[in-house]
Nanobody, 115 residues
């Protein structure tokens, strides 16, 4: 089993920054993929960013150039640095890990971008 706990959400003004963190515990294997997803009220959950255990990254077009995903394999953590935040970034952000054919999700952390 794998447990994921997100932190770092909150209220920020447009143009501001936030850093989300996700701590993974349990049976973490050396090879996996970690992602951030988000879900706004009334909308489907959407993929935001991905990082493999080898450090390769990918981003949704909507966040490319503004968000940066990183991970610390020794600590089993993944982070999402979010800059130049927009009201459209308002959502609950979820940490996700895929390993050995299974998907695991965190409980989510709320990010609200508003003046």
């Amino acid at each position: 089993q794998v447990q994921l706990v997100e932190s770092g959400g909150g209220l920020v003004q447009p143009g501001g920054s936030l850093r989300l963190s996700c701590a993974a515990s349990g049976s973490i294997f050396s090879i996996n993929v970690m992602d951030w997803f988000r879900q706004a009220p009334g909308k489907e959950r959407e993929w935001v960013a991905r990082i493999t255990s080898f450090g390769s990254t990918n981003y949704a077009d909507s966040v490319k150039g503004r968000f940066t995903i990183s991970r610390d394999n020794a600590k089993n953590t993944v982070s999402l640095q979010m800059n130049s935040l927009k009201p459209d970034d308002t959502a609950t952000y979820y940490c996700h890990i895929y390993q050995t054919g299974l998907n695991y999700w965190g409980q989510g952390t709320q990010v609200t971008v508003s003046s």
